[in-house]
């Protein structure tokens, strides 16, 4: 599987080859939601590999660039995210997953279900996070 | 309003402060949805200034990476993204909009309703974009 051709705009942005456009660390943006609901619950990144990974197995692979390692989500909680659908944006920097997550189906580090679990509201003038999970 | 507060790990993850960590170039990740059905429409990126300009003003504000300037969705075409509700997450460096988008309803630059207009699919072992939208 070969993920690197280089493509123009036009067969970047109409074509049916699948081309990402991996930035300067390698890695294109994945935003992954619930394929039930569609409830975001987490933005993550992807080197070649994790992508790779991720089309030949189903189940999602990201580059941590904390740990700067692969990360198979789910590893060590067992709740792995199986990818029911995936989509590529325009210019093929970006990936939207929708998956179903096994075990507790938690996502966040938090234990929360869903990484964004407080919303921005004004307060006046002043925004404040209100937690909704 | 400040959006540079420096907090710690505790107080970024599970207070109420808003507190962005802007990435080396200033930037934060915004993923754009649609508030009437979850679509994704988009992903962008929020300087501060981007990020307050949407707080203040309800309609969202980007920074453009490739033309390298602040950028009012909309503000050629008409289809301004009028922000129904925003999400942050566990640590603050990803933004989730829904979004009600003005005009006739369009956010790619390619004319179509969103920027994922492409499922990844595999033909065998190779990856093939089949056309959504």
């Not at 990818?83 to 507790?104: F, R």
Request: proline share 2%; charged share 25%; with cysteine.
């Amino acid at each position: 599987m070969n993920l690197t051709s280089k493509l123009d705009k036009n067969a970047r942005e109409e074509g049916t080859v699948l081309a990402p456009r991996f930035d300067a660390n390698g890695l294109v943006t994945a935003v992954v939601a619930d394929a039930g609901d569609g409830t975001l619950l987490m933005v993550a990144h992807m080197n070649e590999e994790a992508l790779r990974l991720t089309l030949e197995t189903g189940i999602a692979h990201y580059w941590s660039r904390s740990r700067r390692t692969l990360w198979k989500k789910g590893e060590t909680s067992g709740n792995f995210q199986h990818v029911v659908e995936m989509h590529v944006d325009c210019d093929q920097d970006a990936l939207w997953l929708k998956v179903e997550v096994a075990g507790d189906g938690v996502t966040c580090h938090t234990g929360r279900r869903s990484c964004f679990y407080r919303a921005v509201e004004t307060n006046g003038t002043e925004p404040v996070l209100r937690f909704t999970e």
